[in-house]
């Protein structure tokens, strides 16, 4: 059958589209982290995402590099049929922790744990031989908080 095509031919699915960088501890890892995570939200066709992720990216990341003294941060973007999950990464094994329930109103730091709770449908941590990955996912229904 050359130069036509069978009715009955299904493209093979290619599985979950995933973008992943390293970045260096530095203070401008999350807008870089921010910027790529957008651009493959764009890309998708998940502009409606944006907003939550870039939040979400920005604490992780922001997290790894404050408390965590790792070399370098990794930050992946995975799109699913029913989700994205955005992972960071760092070399550090200790388990990431929600601060004070009730923080001072005046801190200017302590809530982004917190935040992400409240921004995701679901996430976590994961300890690695390496390190750990904390993940955050957001449903691609899921309207902008």
């Known amino acids: 059958m050359t130069g036509a095509l069978a009715e009955d031919v299904e493209a093979a699915p290619t599985g979950p589209q995933r973008y992943s960088d390293g970045y260096s501890p530095r203070d ?83 809530r982004g744990l917190q935040l992400i709770d409240q921004l995701a449908t679901r996430w976590g941590s994961d300890r690695l031989a390496t390190g750990k990955r904390v993940w955050a996912e957001l449903a691609t229904d899921q309207a902008p908080s």
């Open 28 to 110: 401008t890892a999350p807008a870089r982290a921010r910027r790529d995570v957008t651009f493959y939200l764009h890309t998708w066709g998940l502009k409606h995402l944006v907003g939550d992720a870039q939040l979400i990216t920005s604490e992780l990341v922001t997290n790894a590099i404050r408390h965590t003294g790792t070399g370098r941060v990794g930050v992946s973007v995975t799109r699913h049929p029913d989700r994205v999950r955005i992972v960071v990464t760092d070399t550090s094994r200790a388990t990431p922790e929600p601060a004070d329930p009730d923080p001072d109103p005046d801190a200017e730091a302590g």
